[in-house]
């Protein structure tokens, strides 16, 4: 799919996918997605050629993933109009001391990590060291992981730059003429293939044997010196200093023709940063380590995006937890219907009992489950993370409106678990299972106070806890938002991109429908869920606290004049009352002609019942996000069944 199929980082990719793993797609149709069969053709490449030297273990593997069959359309690819401009770099004295955006990964439009050659095509080794930790950082992969995967994809293969690309490639697969039907880069050079492969414009193989699974990049990374030269296709790369004879590279397809082995920048900068250079080591003195370091990694770089372990299917999973897959203790026996409303009654006194507001209980069930991303199936309420560094401590998750609901709730559990013992039933209650019971029941509440007696905030049991030891904190900082638009939060930034995409981008993340969209910040807005509550931005209400649709007909009332002040806006109400202050999210729910339709919708005199419908059911979603249990069949019964 679009942009992805014409990266330039995956030039030629159109042909393997065409060639060679179409036959087989459509051989075996349904039985295997195409996203799998990606990847488990990926590690049958890998496992033959380790197989073939004496490691013919499998890689770990796991199916599951399913086939999109359209762009992601939300995506924040960032500024760039073009393929490889570099439109996403400031002051390289913050993020990381590379100046790149947050929260982009890729250091150019078109690829993937960084540029092989260097910062922007500079042959700057330690600057090169620094964009790939920058990058490499920010997918949630160590420094180990890094050396483990940039030398062992070096292992294998080689690079193409038989000649320009400039002058004889053609349009990647989407800019290339309808004729090609899908396929692109179209190589005129001599006869377009094998030794006239153009690709990234590098030439050459990193060690002397490219298709063995052996310890030669880094016998020859720190074997030799190595001098700058170029490709030629006119690409910067490396070649060693009085190169012995016996390290040569046979061509990959001229049988008797030999060359210098080559490097990148980005090579060199895994011997020569202090840190990589340190793990290199380790790996060079051992090749049982490195080899192990290398299938943890790849699994991790392929599995990510699927989710915790219960999500992946088939006979060649780990067998060990792994916290990168954020592990949660088994859930034993849930809590009973009865037991459910026992505990929303007690969650009641607290809040009669002004232990604990509406607004935090919102706040905390609404931080813990939407640091959900359905990319990669990370975050969301189940673990009861909240409660665990790094999530604790969040600006945006209002931390001391967030530790009053934490102390009422593990009181509650601990005081319930305890009655549970003692009666001798094994049921017991989850701190995750709490916050979004919490959450349903300030809801319930609210619609209440709002004359809507008979709501009911749909809630089921079987979220479990998960410990700090099972938690990377590193990691988890990624789901950190720097912009909340559904809570009005707008943290310490050099993100240019403006609070409503950052609404648009979060709302994908969450898998989001507009409306849904829409609905959950006018209700959240009412409900007093903002980060800092006391400010009242956008909390367009007479009545916070209570669930109406006051947010939409305030925000649409043609008597109030808004203007700007500061980085928010001024409403000035000519028929009387406080002004209303107000942010650009808040205002471009109105602006907007898509989003102004759904609001006039729910800001219409007889919306309200609807209104709190539509609102609890987007609210339903977010909680239950993570909750693939209630999505999909016992995971346990799926492997079973799996083909794989």
Aim: glycine share 10%; aromatic share 10%.
């Amino acid at each position: 799919m679009p942009p992805l199929n014409s990266w330039p980082d995956n030039g030629n990719l159109d042909k393997a996918m065409r060639f060679i793993l179409w036959p087989l797609k459509r051989k075996h149709g349904q039985s295997i997605s195409w996203a799998d069969l990606i990847i488990l053709s990926g590690n049958v490449a890998i496992e033959s050629m380790m197989g073939e030297w004496g490691y013919a273990k499998p890689l770990w593997y796991g199916g599951g993933r399913i086939d999109a069959f359209q762009p992601e359309e939300d995506v924040y690819w960032g500024h760039e109009h073009e393929w490889l401009k570099d439109d996403r770099h400031k002051s390289p004295s913050s993020n990381g001391g590379t100046g790149l955006d947050k929260p982009l990964g890729a250091v150019q439009m078109g690829l993937i990590y960084v540029n092989p050659e260097g910062p922007g095509g500079n042959p700057d080794v330690i600057k090169s060291a620094k964009d790939i930790r920058t990058t490499f950082t920010r997918m949630g992969v160590t420094d180990e992981e890094t050396v483990a995967l940039i030398s062992s994809g070096h292992t294998f293969g080689k690079a193409h730059g038989a000649a320009d690309p400039s002058k004889y490639v053609g349009k990647e697969p989407e800019g290339a003429s309808i004729e090609q039907m899908g396929l692109g880069w179209k190589n005129s050079f001599n006869k377009g293939m094998g030794e006239d492969t153009i690709t990234s414009g590098l030439e050459g193989a990193w060690t002397k044997h490219p298709t063995r699974w052996d310890n030669g990049y880094f016998e020859l990374l720190f074997k030799y010196e190595w001098k700058k030269t170029k490709s030629p296709a006119g690409a910067i790369q490396w070649i060693p200093v009085d190169m012995d004879e016996e390290d040569v590279v046979p061509d990959a397809h001229v049988k008797g023709t030999t060359h210098k082995p080559i490097m990148f920048t980005t090579d060199l900068a895994m011997r020569y940063d202090p840190i990589y250079g340190q793990i290199s080591k380790r790996f060079h003195e051992n090749f049982d380590v490195f080899t192990d370091a290398f299938k943890r990694a790849w699994y991790k770089l392929c599995h990510r995006d699927l989710g915790p372990i219960s999500r992946h299917l088939g006979p060649y999973l780990p067998q060990e937890s792994l916290i990168w897959q954020d592990p949660i203790p088994d859930v034993g026996d849930t809590i009973s219907g009865d037991d459910i409303q026992y505990l929303k009654r007690q969650i009641l006194d607290a809040v009669n009992q002004s232990k604990v507001s509406i607004s935090d209980l919102v706040k905390a069930a609404w931080g813990s489950a939407s640091t959900y991303r359905s990319t990669d199936h990370r975050g969301g309420a189940n673990g009861g993370r909240i409660r665990l560094e790094p999530q604790r401590s969040w600006a945006v998750n209002d931390p001391n409106s967030l530790e009053s609901v934490i102390s009422i709730m593990e009181e509650l559990q601990e005081s319930f678990n305890q009655i549970q013992q003692q009666k001798g039933s094994t049921r017991q209650v989850s701190f995750a299972d709490l916050v979004v019971l919490g959450g349903n029941t300030a809801v319930e509440e609210a619609a209440r106070r709002a004359g809507h007696s008979d709501v009911n905030v749909p809630f089921v049991p079987g979220r479990g806890d998960a410990l700090q030891s099972d938690t990377d904190v590193t990691s988890f900082n990624a789901l950190q938002p720097t912009y909340d638009g559904f809570r009005n939060f707008e943290g310490e930034s050099d993100m240019r991109a403006t609070p409503e995409e950052s609404l648009i981008d979060r709302s994908h993340l969450l898998s989001l429908t507009v409306p849904e969209m829409v609905v959950l910040v006018g209700g959240l807005r009412v409900l007093d869920a903002n980060t800092n509550s006391s400010e009242g931005v956008g909390v367009l209400t007479d009545r916070p606290g209570v669930l109406t649709n006051d947010f939409f007909t305030n925000l649409l009332d043609e008597n109030t004049v808004w203007s700007p002040a500061g980085s928010l806006f001024h409403g000035a109400r000519l028929a009387g009352g406080q002004p209303w202050t107000a942010s650009r999210v808040d205002l471009i729910m109105g602006k907007n002609a898509q989003l102004r339709a759904v609001s006039e919708s729910y800001a219409s005199a007889d919306s309200s019942p609807y209104f709190i419908n539509d609102f609890i059911n987007a609210w339903t979603k977010v909680m239950c996000l993570d909750r693939f249990d209630l999505l999909r069949p016992d995971s346990s019964k799926r492997r079973e069944s799996s083909k794989l």
